[in-house]
């Protein structure tokens, strides 16, 4: 099962490949990274999402990253209410007949073109996991070019 984590993070050379040292050590894989400074510049948010089979490992985990010098605090939202989304870029075919049909598919997901130079254009979309995975298949029939995505961002 995968679950979010959020790590409030000293802005330091180095806590990053702690982090991530942590994780590959145990032999946890960590599905999704996404880390950011906060307003405050010495402060980052990390956003982890993580494959864990059972609380105990979960536990486990929240434990270790606490023991970091460099952690703030730690908050697991597997049990809290919170909001997540991703955001996604991708190069797709586009040409004058298709464009009704794409902008169809902007309306249904929150997306839109950012970039059109000749026969391809660069759109985004941001929302949930399940939202981008139906995005994206939606934008294969157009054919997708090149694609890139974020993490996870979470808020609880």
Request: charged share 30%; proline share 1%; hydrophobic share 45%.
């Amino acid at each position: 099962m995968r679950h979010t984590i959020s790590v409030l993070v000293e802005n330091k050379f180095g806590v990053l490949a702690r982090i991530a040292g942590l994780f590959s050590a145990r032999g946890y894989n960590i599905a999704s990274l996404a880390v950011s400074e906060t307003l405050d510049p010495t402060i980052s948010y990390m956003t982890i999402v993580v494959e864990a089979q059972d609380e105990k490992i979960l536990e486990q985990i929240n434990k270790q990253l606490n023991k970091l010098i460099d952690v703030i605090t730690v908050t697991d939202f597997t049990k809290k209410e919170y909001i997540d989304r991703e955001l996604v870029l991708a190069k797709v075919n586009y040409s004058a007949k298709d464009k009704a049909k794409l902008e169809a598919v902007f309306d249904k997901y929150i997306g839109k073109v950012i970039h059109h130079k000749g026969d391809i254009a660069i759109v985004e979309a941001v929302g949930e996991h399940t939202q981008i995975k139906s995005f994206l298949e939606e934008l294969s029939k157009f054919g997708i070019k090149e694609l890139v995505r974020t993490g996870k961002l979470a808020i609880s």
